[in-house]
């Protein structure tokens, strides 16, 4: 498991883009009601082919949560912590 930002770093798009692309991730964050949420999620086409298009926005990514069978999403400005879980044939 790679730790990739923890909260007294910048986060950048892309860097998340590329990594929940090829993995399942994990993610701490803040929900807009102000509660903690961790989040088991993921960009791979393995896994969200058939799910439908995901529309971009910079400051907020869109996930397919591996818990909820559904999409979510999270603010960048939100995240406590992101790290890498396992790649998407291993969970």
């Known amino acids: 498991m790679q730790n990739l930002v923890k909260a007294d770093q910048t986060l950048e798009f892309e860097t998340i883009r590329k990594a929940l692309e090829q993995h ?33 926005n910079k400051r907020v990514v869109p996930v397919w949560s591996m818990e909820d069978n559904a999409w979510r999403s999270f603010s960048l400005d939100s995240v406590l912590e992101f790290r890498t879980y396992c790649y998407p044939g291993d969970y």
């Open 24 to 56: 399942i991730c994990i993610v701490d964050f803040v929900k807009k009601n102000g509660e903690n949420r961790t989040l088991f999620a993921t960009l791979s086409n393995e896994i969200i082919d058939h799910f439908g298009p995901v529309v971009p």
